[in-house]
C-alpha cells in the first residue's frame, strides 16, 4: 500500500502535468487563431471613423480578404477628418510585418460585414494605391460605405412609394371586381362577352367561306383563274420588256436609238443659243426682250388697250353704245329678221322679185 508521500506526489505530478497541457493547448488556440503569429514582427496601423458599426477587439484584419491581423483596440478619442468631420472612434490594428509591402499609404480602411448579419471586420483595399508603404504607427484612409442602416433609411422614401402603390392598385382591383369602369364592364359585362363571342363566331364562319372558295374574297384567294391570269399578264410584260430591251418598237427606238438622244441634243443646244442670243438682244425676239423702245410702245398700247376697253365698257363712243343701247340692239335685230324673211321669201317666189319689165316709148 503506497504511503502518503507517495500520493501526494502523484496528484502534484498529475496537476503539473495538466496545468503543462493547459499551456500548451492555449499556445496552440493561440497560434491557430491570431494572423500576426506568436513572438512575430508585427506593425501597427491606427484609422479613425465615425462609427464602430459592431467592431470588436480581436476582430479579422483583411487585405483584399485575406488575414493579416486582428484589430487590437477600440477607444473614443477627440479626432477631426481633414474636412473637419468629427470621427471620434479610433482602431489600433496589428497586421503582420510580411504584408508591409503591400499595404500603403494610400490605401483605403473599410468596415464590412461577412455577409448581411456576419461578424464585422476590416478590410484594408490596395487595389489602386501607389504611394509609398506603411510604416510602423501609420494611418489608413477611411473608406466610407453605407452600412445596412444607411440603406434602410435612404430607401424608406422608396417603400413608401410602393405602399402608396400597392394601395392604389388595390382600390383598382376593387373596383373592377365591383364591376365599375370600362375596364370592370369589360371583364364582367355578360352582353360584352356574347357580342365578342358572337364576332368572333363570325369571323370563323368567314374564315371558312374564305377558305371554302366561296364569297369575292374565296374566289380571289383560292380561283386558279385569277393566278393564271396574273400570270399571264406577268408574261406580256416580260415580253414587252424584252421588245424594249432588244430596241423593237417605237419604245424600245425611243431608249435605244442614239440618234433620238442626238436629236434631243442638238435641240436642246439650239434652245440654249436662242436663249442666248435673245439675252443679248439678237433678232426680233432678243430685240422684243432687250428694246427698251419696244417695251414702252408695248406698255402704251396695253394701256390704250385698256382704255378702249373701259369706255365700251362705260358705253362710250360708237362702239360702247353698240355693246351697251339696247334700242340699237333691238333695231339691228329688227333689221336681220326682216332681212332674213326677205332671203325666205326671195327664194320662196323669186320672179315676184326679180321679174325686169322694158317699157320702150
Known amino acids: 500500500m503506497p504511503s502518503q508521500k507517495q500520493l501526494r506526489w502523484a496528484e502534484l505530478r ?6 503543462f497541457a493547459s499551456i500548451v493547448l492555449m499556445f496552440l488556440i493561440f497560434l491557430m487563431g491570431g494572423a500576426t503569429g506568436f513572438l512575430r514582427p508585427t506593425l501597427r496601423l491606427y484609422a479613425y471613423v465615425q462609427n464602430a458599426s459592431g467592431l470588436r477587439n480581436g476582430a479579422p484584419v483583411r487585405l483584399q480578404s485575406v488575414d493579416i491581423g486582428n484589430v487590437n483596440k477600440i477607444r473614443i478619442v477627440d479626432h477631426h477628418s481633414a474636412s473637419g468631420a468629427s470621427t471620434p472612434v479610433q482602431i489600433v490594428m496589428k497586421i503582420n510585418a510580411k504584408f508591409r509591402p503591400f499595404v500603403h499609404t494610400d490605401s483605403q480602411m473599410l468596415l464590412t460585414t461577412q455577409g448581411v448579419l456576419g461578424e464585422t471586420f476590416v478590410d484594408i483595399d490596395s487595389t489602386h494605391a501607389q504611394g509609398p508603404v506603411v510604416s510602423n504607427d501609420s ?46 364592364k369589360l371583364i364582367y359585362d355578360k ?55 432588244g ?28 436663249i442666248n442670243g435673245m439675252n443679248r438682244g439678237e433678232g426680233s425676239l432678243g430685240m422684243m426682250a432687250k428694246d427698251k423702245e419696244f417695251a414702252r410702245k408695248l406698255d402704251l ?49 323669186p320672179k315676184k322679185y326679180l321679174t325686169i319689165h322694158l317699157k320702150l316709148f
Open 14 to 19: 498529475v496537476g503539473i502535468t495538466v496545468v
Open 139 to 184: 494611418e489608413l484612409a477611411v473608406k466610407e460605405v453605407p452600412d445596412l442602416q444607411d440603406v434602410i433609411s435612404s430607401s424608406q422614401g422608396t417603400l413608401e412609394n410602393i405602399n402608396v402603390l400597392i394601395q392604389r392598385l388595390d382600390r383598382i382591383v376593387g373596383a373592377v371586381e365591383d364591376q365599375k369602369g370600362s375596364v370592370g
Open 191 to 245: 352582353q360584352l362577352y356574347d357580342n365578342l363571342n358572337h364576332s368572333v363566331s363570325q369571323v370563323n364562319s368567314m374564315l371558312n367561306d374564305i377558305n371554302g372558295g366561296r364569297g369575292s374574297l374565296g374566289k380571289l384567294l383560292n380561283d386558279d383563274t385569277l393566278y393564271q391570269r396574273a400570270t399571264t399578264a406577268i408574261d406580256k410584260v416580260n415580253t414587252i420588256a424584252d421588245t424594249i430591251n
Open 247 to 274: 430596241n423593237q418598237g417605237t419604245v424600245g427606238k425611243l431608249l435605244h436609238d442614239p440618234a433620238l438622244y442626238d436629236h434631243a441634243n442638238q435641240t436642246m443646244v439650239n434652245a440654249n443659243e436662242l
Open 301 to 349: 398700247l396695253v394701256t390704250n388697250l385698256s382704255s378702249i376697253a373701259s369706255e365700251l365698257q362705260g358705253g362710250k363712243g360708237s362702239a360702247g353704245k353698240l355693246m351697251k343701247d339696247a334700242a340699237l340692239y333691238d333695231n339691228m335685230n329688227k333689221v336681220m329678221v326682216e332681212t332674213r324673211d326677205l332671203i325666205g321669201a326671195v327664194r320662196t317666189n
